[in-house]
């Protein structure tokens, strides 16, 4: 384990191995907003550095994965620009205020949220109030996921955490609404997926797979969730999700 | 007319490179070769880019022809490799001839052979490679009659006559075990099995029939054999890496390979190494490992070796092809593919 070193707001970024080709980066004893804030400061300065035999950078909420091809660079190196990168973060704001917030139109419940009434069950609420929730407040993208480009966002202020499914499905409808423990997400793609399933969008959340950059959000974007009827779908059918924001 | 490689029999075989790298911020497994190091080996007996477009052949039976001179490398698990029902080595650079057929069959002690030509195979390419993706729907199976297109021809390097081939270049070969040993180095969560994880490396594990290339699943003799969580509490998710090895229902192991999610919320007991994670790449279902644990700077060192003969057979290949005139122009990479057609089309329903 590296030597952390404690940052003037009392948290530290602690670094160690994670096997021969990867270290990981932990924001520790400061607040989740500080800490996500952190991790993708240091994402974004290793991303402008390009470290030779960096591959692959995964800012998630407190934690920071590197991997790199120990051929070309080795663990020194890479812990060495993260604590130089750490130690310039000081205090002061790391993140760019430039969010962007996009609003998803979503048909709730039935055939396209077909986990709607056990989660409400759950969480011991009615199925409007879970939908209530869900589209009551900007929910933040804190990072992309599995399997490509997936908005993992802070879920909706839910009593408590929402069990994952029991047995997962085997395929997910792409623009699917999910929730998991705090957590929610769009599912761009059709995949396998174990979240409960609220509700469904009708929006393309990816325009082109092949695209530089391939979402148009970033993490810090917000997503604004309004529900619409199932009548309303081939209104929004289609329409590009980048197209949302303002 | 553009010159093709005639796939006869498929089996199970796939175009694949090293993987689609820096894609991870945005979600996207870096996939590619499982075995890394027999991919670039057969790609550099070819005097090819290590990363070049190759075919990975698994387990079943595959055989193809193609419409010129070729020089092309098979390396992976032992097999009966013939071209035009002459036994040809492995691990060497071999010329096949317009219409001759090359025949792979039999693949034995591992799961995986690769086929790399000079000059490599045509291939869509998506955020930078044409490593299938089967989540993503990118990429698929070939399947009998498929046709590649190929880069470049290469005029016959063999005795005219008895097709004696020239080449020597003792390639780095892997050893194929009937019991493998993976090297792994402590996980960053290590302490969270207390007491049971050392039990990791005291038995067998024997892989189960649900692996691929997201991941492995391995079982004990018995579940005691199996390392258990015993801290509590939530993971939150974060970035894992490929080799990661966890215990996720707390019967079986799970050892993530190059198709994993990015993230995932399992606590994390060790770590397969760079060149336990090529060897992984050949163990197939009902075939046993054993953990080794190793030091981080000894993984580095060894794959750095593994590495470094790589290297320096690239450089016995450059000489030898310049010696016999083989042209080596740089293989030109994968092409890219007309968009959107390989997003799915909009279902509104199942």
């Known amino acids: ?246 | 007319m553009a010159d093709t490689l005639t796939i006869h029999r498929a089996g199970m075989a796939s175009v694949q490179d090293l993987g689609r790298f820096g894609r991870s911020r945005y979600g996207l497994p870096v996939n590619g070769a499982l075995d890394q190091h027999s991919a670039r080996v057969a790609n550099v007996l070819c005097g090819n880019d290590e990363g070049a477009p190759l075919l990975e052949i698994t387990a079943l039976d595959f055989s193809c022809t193609p419409s010129t001179d070729v020089l092309v490398a098979v390396t992976g698990a032992p097999a009966d490799l013939t071209v035009d029902g002459v036994v040809r080595p492995q691990w060497e650079p071999l010329s096949v001839r317009s219409g001759e057929t090359i025949r792979i069959s039999g693949i034995r002690h591992g799961i995986r052979v690769y086929l790399a030509v000079l000059g490599s195979v045509n291939a869509p390419s998506l955020q930078g490679s044409c490593a299938p993706d089967t989540i993503l729907g990118f990429g698929r199976s070939l399947r009998d009659g498929d046709e590649l297109g190929l880069q470049r021809h290469c005029p016959p390097v063999d005795h005219p006559e008895f097709r004696i081939p020239l080449f020597r270049l003792r390639a780095p070969a892997h050893h194929f075990p009937t019991l493998w040993t993976i090297d792994v180095t402590d996980g960053p969560d290590l302490t969270e099995f207390g007491d049971t994880a050392d039990r990791l490396f005291r038995s067998e594990f024997t892989v189960s029939p649900q692996s691929n290339h997201i991941g492995l699943r391995m079982a004990g003799s018995s579940p005691g054999d199996v390392p258990r969580r015993v801290a509590t509490g939530e993971v939150l998710s974060r970035g894992v890496p490929v080799g990661a090895v966890e215990v996720p229902a707390g019967d079986e192991l799970l050892v993530l390979h190059r198709g994993r999610g990015v993230t995932a919320g399992y606590p994390v007991l060790a770590v397969v190494t760079a060149t336990g994670l090529s060897a992984l790449g050949q163990v197939g279902p009902g075939q046993s490992v054993r953990f080794r644990r190793r030091t981080v700077a000894e993984a580095v060192a060894a794959h750095r070796a593994q590495r470094g003969a790589v290297h320096a057979l690239k450089n016995r290949v450059r000489t030898v092809f310049d010696v016999l005139r083989i042209p080596t122009s740089p293989a030109r990479t994968v092409s890219p593919v007309p968009t959107p057609h390989h997003l799915p089309a909009d279902r509104r329903t199942s």
Do not use: N
Request: glycine share 10%; with cysteine; hydrophobic share 40%.
């Open chain 1, 1 to 246: 384990m590296d030597g952390s070193e404690v940052t003037p707001d009392g948290g530290s970024v602690v670094i160690v191995d994670c096997g021969d080709s990867a270290v990981v980066a932990k924001a520790v004893g400061m607040d989740a907003e500080r800490a996500w804030q952190v991790v993708h400061a240091l994402a974004d300065a290793l991303d402008a550095i390009r470290l030779d035999g960096v591959h692959g950078i995964v800012p998630t909420y407190d934690s920071l994965l590197v991997e790199f091809d120990c051929t070309d660079t080795d663990h020194a190196t890479v812990r060495r620009v993260l604590r130089h990168e750490a130690d310039r973060l000081g205090t002061g704001p790391v993140r760019p205020s430039s969010t962007r917030r996009f609003v998803v139109p979503v048909v709730y419940g039935g055939e396209f949220g077909p986990d709607l009434p056990v989660v409400a069950e759950q969480l011991g609420v009615s199925e409007r109030e879970v939908v209530e929730l869900h589209c009551g407040a900007d929910l933040t993208v804190r990072c992309l996921g599995a399997p490509a480009g997936a908005p993992m966002m802070d879920g909706p202020a839910f009593p408590r955490p929402v069990p994952r499914l029991a047995s997962p499905r085997t395929h997910v409808l792409p623009g699917s609404v999910a929730v998991a423990g705090r957590q929610a997400v769009i599912c761009p793609m059709p995949s396998p997926g174990g979240w409960p399933l609220l509700g469904r969008t009708p929006l393309r959340v990816l325009e082109d797979l092949d695209a530089d950059p391939l979402t148009a959000y970033r993490p810090g974007d917000t997503f604004r969730f309004v529900p619409i009827a199932p009548e309303q779908w081939d209104d929004h059918a289609g329409r590009p999700l980048a197209a949302t924001h303002g």
